[in-house]
């Protein structure tokens, strides 16, 4: 299996193209140069930041079908849904554009016999790990609110989505985005490490898998950095009841297909009443046994694409094995294609509660359901999870739901609606699923220096 840079067809496992890892020697010379270019940035007004930030916007908008195509060939993502990424990366640095000063404003503070404030300031230079999922979207959501704060941003990309990230490099140098202060680098999990220790280094945030979000954690603790977490979720998806068995089993179904089911916050685990059980998982079988493979330029939403690497899909496989052999059923798909990263989609039921595999993320086209008889034993069966990055709830009577909905133990609990995200509403979760926020006011208060401005009156 290829390793390092490289653009990978995950549709064939051919390599298309590889990508030299940076030298120590470079690496030295981009934290400096971002060392000092974060210091002239942090100095600018922030409206003239503001200019820059808004032509990020417009490049990730006026270059969306460029951008679609080469995470399609990169990992495998329908060419509308990486349309869609970069409209939706478009919204995000606008949203900071144009709400950033009012979100770093100065707050006075109420004291005796003196003018305090408290400011929010910049830190420094960050680092930023991003994965492969949505190769511009997790960039933008890091990217957006730091360098409207005055941050400067090294920004490590997944070793597959080399040419996304060049592609955003190229966004930021021709918008204007001063040398230095984004800087992508292709640089080695060593040298990562190492970066996390260097003192002009003021933080690091990483989106990627717990076993990953462990060791950065572990090496920003050690060295004292602030820390963004972002790592995955199995969220519950919980079904009370329906007027229409079919539709609810088709929305459920399209939502968990989103990115070949490759989404932190998709809906992993199904939830369903009892009394609509056996239609709602007969509908999931129907929609899973219509699917057949193709590549990233098929727009049939029957058409299934790979998964991002022959290693993903072949994980995904080994952990549907384990699953049956612990007693689930595989009623549909699962199957593992004899070349590529295609993984058949799967209706799975049956996963024993305490099996270890039950409390494991599924990444990939996989909707796993069980059956429940009471609200209690929803709410209950949805909180027994490692992770805790979102919950859904859905019924006819809103206050049942909201009722379900207030006891979800995540960071996003949603009520009726699968369309809760935008730029302006919080992302993060608690539990494994890591900790910090991202996007919406809060996203400009993590890497920010909440500092203290008091003048005495003498």
Known sequence: MSTGYRVENPATGDVVETFDTATDAQLEDVLSAADAAQREWA????????????????????????LGRIIGEEMGKRLTEGVEEAEYCNEIFQYFADN????????????????????????GVLLGIMPWNFPYYQVARFAAPNLMLGNAILLKHAEIC????????????????????????????DQIAALIGDRRVAGVSLTGSERAGAVVGALAGQHLKKAVLELGGSDPYIVLDTDDVKAAAETAWGLRMYNTGQACDSNKRLIVMDDIYDEFVAELEKLAQAASPGDFTAEDATVY?????RGAAERLAEQ????????????VG??????????????????????????????GPVATVYKVTSDEEALELANDSQFGLGGTVFSRDPERAKK??????????????????????????????GFGRELGPVGMDEFVNKRLYWVGEE
Do not use: W
């Open 162 to 189: 080399p040419r996304s990230a060049a592609a955003i490099q190229q966004i930021m140098d021709d918008a204007g985005v001063p040398a230095g202060v984004y800087t992508n680098i292709y640089a080695s999990h």
């Open 404 to 433: 379900v909905g207030a006891g979800l133990e995540v960071g996003m609990a949603k009520v009726n609606t699968t369309a809760a995200e935008g730029a302006n509403v919080p992302f993060g979760g608690v539990k494994r699923s």
């Open 334 to 363: 699962g199957e593992l294609s004899d070349s590529g990263a295609y993984v058949s989609p799967a209706v799975v039921t049956d996963i024993p509660r305490g099996s270890d595999v039950y409390y494991e993320e599924l990444f």
């Open 305 to 309: 694409q790979p998964l991002s690497s």
């Open 320 to 331: 549907l094995s384990r699953a049956k052999d612990s007693g689930a059923q595989i009623r």
């Open 100 to 123: 950033g000063e009012k979100f770093s404003q100065e707050t006075t503070l109420d004291v005796d016999g003196a003018s305090a404030v408290l400011e929010r300031l910049p830190v």
């Open 43 to 66: 100095q600018r007004p922030i409206a003239e930041r503001a200019q820059i930030v808004s032509k990020v916007a417009a490049l990730f908008d006026e270059r969306k079908d460029e």
